[in-house]
């Protein structure tokens, strides 16, 4: 038995919770970003059954009007270029005014995620029908990976007892091929953003994600997607400006409420970015949506978006070890861990006091984050590592979900021990937490994992 098996065993057909009444779509927002990583291919059908591939992405659309410009997809072979439109609903184009608004009027391809069943006419102000597709519920999922809820009950669940009666051996090889199943996953992925923009901006986009962990995961994703690395390699004194100011961090008048120690950096950053602004700088309706409450100091988004620009500068020989085959760990966290900033490295905010004591741009736990979530997934499937050199990964702290799952699993954190202390272990019960425990609603006493454990060799 493996543990895709097992998976596809339970699921498939899917076993419906009573209380499951499906989870919610995401925010236009989200679900436009996932777009454009390739995150649902490039191939679909039109809602009249013409064949549709993707030839090029575009690019955001920085002001009013549809979302993506200078796109080009083909349509039962026949090219054709122009701008691209996402909606949440297929009658949306209708509700949202594009069919009456001149700035829609060039839109190539309207693509939509949730449909109503009914037949729509999607017409631009000069009654030219606009090709629809419905992005399929299978689709969808699995770009979405999203369990049906967030967050479950941290207490001992009936796998304690199966799991306890299972041999060391048994249980490793379960751990091991959880983790290799989301790795599969993960590997996925990073494969449609390469495919839909290039190797470097999947490493870009996968970097800037991880420096977002803990709430800002999708505004840093939606930055680098929005001040693309190609275009930052032509634009090196720049970089840091062009990162700001997309990121919106900067003002004319931001260095007048900054220390006097910080103002000159201030206004170097707005004097710089303001060559840049007209081509890089959104719209209010279309402003990266950060999250600054709730994060630790070192955690602000000011941080993480100096520690990409510090990255930016760094960026050959941070690809030649992140992409190197064999494949290795410790020279890609320590050139991480050794990344410094003159200014970054003691300030957690633009207009903060300068700190005492250095502050790690990209610290180990985050460098983990990124090795274990990207590179060594797609290092497994290029046979850039084995297996067995994953497995000795030292982990550091573990993260809530990871606790929650040791608890629910194990009966508590101490009990779980042997299990926690690898980067593997860490991602593998990441994995079970997400397919189990996150998709159930009974508090365990309907989830079929406890049964499926005895069943486990």
Not at 170 to 189: N, P, Q, S, V, W
Not at 253 to 262: I, N, V, Y
Not at 434 to 457: A, G, I, N, V, Y
Request: hydrophobic share 40%; net charge positive; aromatic share 10%.
């Amino acid at each position: 038995m493996t543990y895709g098996f097992l998976l596809e065993s339970i699921w498939h057909p899917p076993l419906i919770f009573a209380e499951n009444s499906g989870p919610a779509l995401p925010p236009e927002l989200e679900l436009q970003a996932i777009w454009f990583a390739g995150g649902f291919g490039r191939s679909f059908r039109t809602t009249s059954g013409k064949k549709v591939e993707i030839v090029q992405f575009g690019e955001w659309n920085r002001s009013s009007g549809p979302d993506f410009i200078q796109a080009a997809i083909e349509i039962d072979g026949e090219l054709k270029t122009g701008p691209l439109e996402l909606d949440s609903k297929s009658t949306d184009w209708e509700q949202h005014g594009h069919a009456t608004n001149p700035a829609f009027r060039e839109v190539i391809l309207h693509v939509v995620f949730q449909s109503d069943g009914r037949q729509t006419f999607t017409r631009t102000d000069v009654h030219r029908e606009v090709p629809q597709v419905v992005i399929t519920e299978p689709l969808l999922s699995d770009a979405l990976n999203r369990p049906q809820r967030e967050v479950a009950i941290a207490h001992p669940g009936r796998c304690v007892a199966p799991l306890r009666n299972l041999p060391v051996g048994a249980i490793d090889r379960l751990l091991g091929e959880a983790a290799l199943h989301r790795a599969a996953m993960k590997t996925t992925r990073w494969l449609k953003a390469e495919d839909a923009h290039g190797r470097d901006a999947a490493l870009f986009q996968a970097t800037a994600e991880t420096l977002g962990y803990r709430g800002n995961s999708l505004a840093m994703k939606l930055l680098a997607q929005r001040a693309p690395l190609s275009l930052l390699k032509g634009a090196e004194p720049a970089v840091e400006s062009i990162l700001f100011g997309t990121a919106g961090f900067l003002s004319a008048d931001l260095h007048q409420s900054a220390p006097a120690d910080t103002r000159e950096y201030l206004r170097t950053l707005w004097d710089t970015w303001w060559k840049h602004r007209a081509y890089f700088e959104a719209s209010w309706d279309r402003s990266i949506p950060w999250k600054t409450s709730g994060q630790r100091p070192a955690n602000h988004p000011h941080r993480r978006v100096g520690a990409l620009s510090a990255l930016v500068k760094g960026w050959p020989q941070y690809r030649r070890l992140a992409l190197a085959r064999p494949f290795q760990v410790k020279p890609v966290i320590d050139f991480l861990q050794t990344l410094d900033h003159e200014f970054w490295t003691h300030r957690h905010t633009l207009t903060s006091a300068q700190s005492n004591q250095k502050i790690a741009l990209f610290g180990r736990s985050q460098a983990l984050e990124l090795v274990a979530n990207h590179l060594i997934p797609l290092a497994l499937h290029e046979d850039g590592i084995t297996f067995k050199s994953y497995f000795k990964l030292r982990n550091s702290a573990m993260n809530d979900k990871v606790k929650r799952c040791a608890l629910r699993l194990f009966g508590s954190e101490k009990l779980a021990a042997p299990w926690t202390r690898r980067v593997c272990h860490h991602q593998a019960l990441l994995q079970i937490y997400h397919d189990f425990c996150l998709e159930d609603f009974s508090d365990c006493k309907d989830c079929p994992f406890p049964e499926q454990l005895t069943q486990w060799r």
